[in-house]
């Protein structure tokens, strides 16, 4: 029988949140937006987290998340449809 792991959550969880800022720089976000993004999305980053042996939803996808919000409220700012 295997051994019970223990995981280290809040070295998970950073982890988790530095993948995320990596995609968001990765996705030509600057780096003061980027760190605006994860202090003003740190909720939605929390439940994408959910547990420290597999998240929710991939940091990947969370910052393609964020990305979208941010040019969202953007293109609101200047009248434009949203995506």
């Given at each position: 029988m ?34 605006a ?47």
């Amino acid at each position: 029988m295997r051994e019970k792991q223990n995981i280290d959550v809040v070295a998970a969880y950073d982890a988790y949140k530095n993948d995320i800022y990596e995609m968001l720089l990765a996705l030509k976000i600057t780096n003061k937006v980027a760190i605006a993004l994860m202090k003003r999305d740190e909720q939605r980053i929390n439940e994408a987290f959910g547990s420290a042996k597999i998240p929710i939803i991939t940091p990947q996808v969370v910052a393609r998340m964020m990305v979208e919000n941010y040019w969202n409220d953007l293109g609101s700012l200047y009248g434009q449809k949203k995506i």
